[in-house]
């Protein structure tokens, strides 16, 4: 049966029609994974942002004697932003999972994903404002 409205129970189907809980430990179990995955969403975020960063800080070099044009040269694409788009689409992948999990309207498992993600969010990506900051210092001058 779909639920419609958030329930409490340990009976709930995950994502796909085999992913299903009957005992309290198959749903601990569900649980500790959606926990997990979340958690695992956040780490990813943060490669993926640390990624880019170097991607930005390293452009490719252009040789000196270029001349210049009136149409703009291709840019090559580099292996760091290659890899900052595969990470990209890995993330957005999980987040649509983990999305659809929590549309299971089970409040155990909503509450598995959210503090997933704040444990993540803590663990890995609390320290970003710092390192951006520091690794990118104003070139106001």
Known sequence: ?????????????????????????SYLLSLLACFLFS???????DRRIRLKAIAVSNPPQQPQSVNVTLL???????????AT???????SAIG???M???????GG???????????????FRSGDEEVVAVDNPCACA
């Not at 779909?2 to 009957?22: A, C, E, Q, R």
């Not at 703009?72 to 290659?82: C, D, Q």
């Not at 788009?85 to 993330?91: M, Q, T, Y």
């Open 100 to 106: 659809l999990a929590v549309m299971s309207f089970n």
């Open 96 to 98: 649509y999972l983990l």
């Open 39 to 45: 958690a695992f969403y956040q780490y990813l975020e």
């Open 109 to 123: 498992v909503f509450l598995a994903i959210v503090l997933g993600l704040t444990a993540g969010y803590l663990l």
């Open 85 to 91: 788009a595969l990470l990209f689409g890995i993330n």
């Open 72 to 82: 703009t040269p291709k840019r090559r694409a580099s292996s760091a932003k290659f």
């Open 1 to 25: 049966m779909m639920h419609m409205t958030l329930y409490w129970g340990i009976k709930v189907t995950l994502l796909f029609d085999s992913w299903k809980t009957d005992s309290w430990f």
